[in-house]
Nanobody, 124 residues
Framework: QVQLVESGGGLVQVGGSLRLSCAAS????????MGWFRRAPGKEREFVAS????????YYADSVKGRFTITRDNAKNTVYLQMNGLKPEDTAVYYC?????????????????WGQGTQVTVSS
């Protein structure tokens, strides 16, 4: 069992930055690949980024590539999402998720555990 708790969301102006954190419980965090997803009001949940269990392989949605960076610290059981150059369309609830696999997935249905989400609002 893995419990995930996101933090770091908030209100930021266009062009600003935020760093989201996702703290995981349990001693097997290093066995899980991690993903970040988001859900904007009235829209479907969408993939944002993923990172392999080792941290060596990352994937990004085209909409965030070059602006967002996913990293992890297995010693701290934490995955991060550094978000720079924020745009109003980045406004959403952001969720982290864990899957017991070598690599992360673009598909939310493949993840085993989810956090409760953290709100990110970008004002213009």
């Amino acid at each position: 069992q893995v419990q995930l708790v996101e933090s770091g969301g908030g209100l930021v102006q266009v062009g600003g930055s935020l760093r989201l954190s996702c703290a995981a419980s349990g001693r097997t965090f290093g066995s899980y690949s991690m993903g970040w997803f988001r859900r904007a009001p009235g829209k479907e949940r969408e993939f944002v980024a993923s990172i392999s269990w080792s941290g060596s392989i990352t994937y990004y949605a085209d909409s965030v590539k070059g602006r967002f960076t996913i990293t992890r610290d297995n010693a701290k059981n934490t995955v991060y999402l550094q978000m720079n150059g924020l745009k109003p369309e980045d406004t959403a609830v952001y969720y982290c998720a864990a899957v017991r696999a070598l690599y992360g997935s673009l598909f939310g249905s493949e993840y085993d555990y989810w956090g409760q989400g953290t709100q990110v609002t970008v004002s213009s």
